[in-house]
């Protein structure tokens, strides 16, 4: 199941009752912390959604402009979904080495496949801009100043609320993007589609990267 990171971070904070059930915008997070810690939730809004400190939003990488990644090592070492590395797992197979079908595992950082064009994002920072728009600002002009806001920044202008607001998400882009690990299909692809939708789940749907 591809999930944008905001998708991914907003569904972590979606509350039962009916009358306020959803997802919602990590920024916008603190205007529900106390609702959430009354129902046992222990975080603070800062450990989901901090600027200045490390947050939540910090472990969460957008994948390859569709997927969601965690980071699990102190080294860049993150896993996402097989379906997501699927592309890049194809793009390394052949007959000789058919990753697909067996799998692939890097034994040391030199047998780490790179990958032209596939990169992850970190979200940086967001911020609602439906004033600057209105007060005539372009979509491209908050753009480019964001990402001249530091090295590797990408930047983009996402509606939300049926297009009643607009909000800037920055993030940090990495374009070093090595396969490290695979199953094999038999087990990343265990149940095809219609087992992606279903749960409990019974494959093994991940990859490292």
């Known amino acids: 199941m591809k999930r944008t990171l905001l998708t991914l971070i907003c569904s972590l904070f979606a509350l039962a009752a009916s009358a306020d059930e959803g997802m919602w915008l990590p920024s916008l997070i603190s205007q529900r912390i106390d609702d959430m810690r009354a129902k046992g939730f222990r975080l603070t809004a800062e450990d989901i959604y901090s600027i200045n400190k490390a947050s939540m ?53 030199a047998q780490e496949l790179p990958n032209e064009k596939l990169n992850v994002k970190f979200l940086v920072r967001m911020e609602e801009v439906t004033d600057r728009l209105a007060a005539g600002q372009t979509q491209e002009e908050i753009v480019r100043r964001a990402e001249a806001e530091g090295k590797g920044y990408k930047a983009a202008v996402e509606q939300m609320y049926y297009g009643n607001q607009q909000f800037l998400f920055v993030y940090e882009q990495f374009d070093d993007v090595r396969l490290v690990a695979a199953p094999p299909s038999s087990i990343g692809k265990f149940g095809g589609d219609t087992d992606n939708w279903m749960w409990p789940r019974h494959t093994g749907d991940f990859s490292l990267f």
């Open 57 to 109: 939003k910090d472990a969460v990488v957008l994948f390859d402009g569709g997927c969601t990644g965690e980071l699990i090592s102190a080294e860049g070492l993150l896993l996402t979904n097989h379906h997501c590395g699927y592309d890049a797992i194809q793009s390394h197979s052949s007959v000789e080495h058919d990753y697909l079908t067996h799998g692939f595992w890097a034994m040391s950082r």
